[in-house]
């Protein structure tokens, strides 16, 4: 698996997680990425995204001023920091490449995915 995501668990209202997704080919270094969440029975949407040099951050309203989204390109690692979760936050995780060097909220702009982590918030 090139990008493994890891983090997700099942947390309380309120509580915090970060999730990671690390690169084992390193070929995203130059790259934007992101990450997406997909709820049972719903679409795969966009969560946050990163250009390939740690700034440009972009996020869904949903999540902006909850998570952050940040890398390590030494560690070839992403990372997403989510506070304040709540039960409408429950959906497996997702980290993307992207084929630009900057982040993006559209799906298809994403070359490579990871198998995905499952966050459970309960109420």
């Known amino acids: 698996v090139q990008l493994q995501a890891s983090g997700g668990g099942l947390v309380a209202a309120g509580g915090s997680l970060r999730l990671s997704c690390a690169d084992s080919?390193?070929?995203?270094?130059?790259?934007?990425m992101g990450w997406f969440r997909q709820a049972p029975g719903k679409e795969r949407d966009f969560v946050a995204a990163?250009?390939?040099?740690?700034?440009?951050?972009l996020y869904a309203d949903s999540v902006k001023d909850r998570f952050t989204i940040s890398r390590d390109r030494a560690k070839n690692t992403l990372y997403l920091q989510m506070n304040g979760l709540t039960p409408e936050d429950t959906a497996v995780y997702f980290c993307?490449?992207?084929?630009?060097?900057?982040?993006?909220?559209?799906?298809?702009?994403?070359?490579?995915w990871g198998q995905g982590t499952l966050v459970t918030v309960s109420s």
């Open positions: 080919t390193r070929l995203s270094s130059n790259n934007g």
């Open positions: 993307a490449a992207a084929r630009a060097a900057y982040g993006s909220r559209i799906r298809s702009d994403y070359a490579r």
């Open positions: 990163i250009s390939w040099n740690g700034g440009g951050a």
